[in-house]
């Protein structure tokens, strides 16, 4: 089993920023890739950002040139700094790890328990 633990979240004013933070930990043969993705109420969970192993990311068009992901190998730990956060970005932020077990076995995805991000206007 995998765990993911996430920190960082909270309440800020809308031009503010905070950085999220989550480590996995647990039965980790290779860490292939993790993301950050949100869910606002009401509304479907969606990707927010992803990052590989090899520190290729992929964003949201709603997020490109505000958040930034980026992870430490040596920890298994992906961050994402949030930028000039604005309300539309209220949302429950979930981690989401992508994880070999073992030598060949499948991949399996892993979720944290979210963390909440709110953006005063």
């Known amino acids: 089993q995998v765990q993911l633990v996430e920190s960082g979240g909270g309440l800020v004013q809308a031009g503010g920023s905070l950085r999220l933070s989550c480590a996995a930990s647990?039965?980790?043969?290779?860490?292939?890739?993790m993301g950050w993705y949100r869910q606002a109420p009401g509304k479907q969970r969606d990707l927010v950002a992803t990052?590989?192993?090899?520190?290729?990311?992929n964003y949201a068009d709603s997020v490109k040139g505000r958040f930034s992901i980026s992870n430490d190998n040596a920890k298994n730990t992906v961050y994402l700094q949030m930028n000039s956060l604005k309300p539309e970005d209220t949302a429950v932020y979930y981690c989401?790890?992508?994880?070999?077990?073992?030598?060949?076995?499948?991949?399996?995805?892993?979720w944290g328990q979210g963390t909440q991000v709110t953006v005063s206007s």
């Open positions: 989401k790890a992508i994880v070999t077990p073992g030598f060949l076995a499948t991949p399996v995805d892993y």
């Open positions: 647990g039965s980790i043969f290779r860490l292939n890739a």
């Open positions: 990052i590989t192993r090899e520190a290729i990311t």
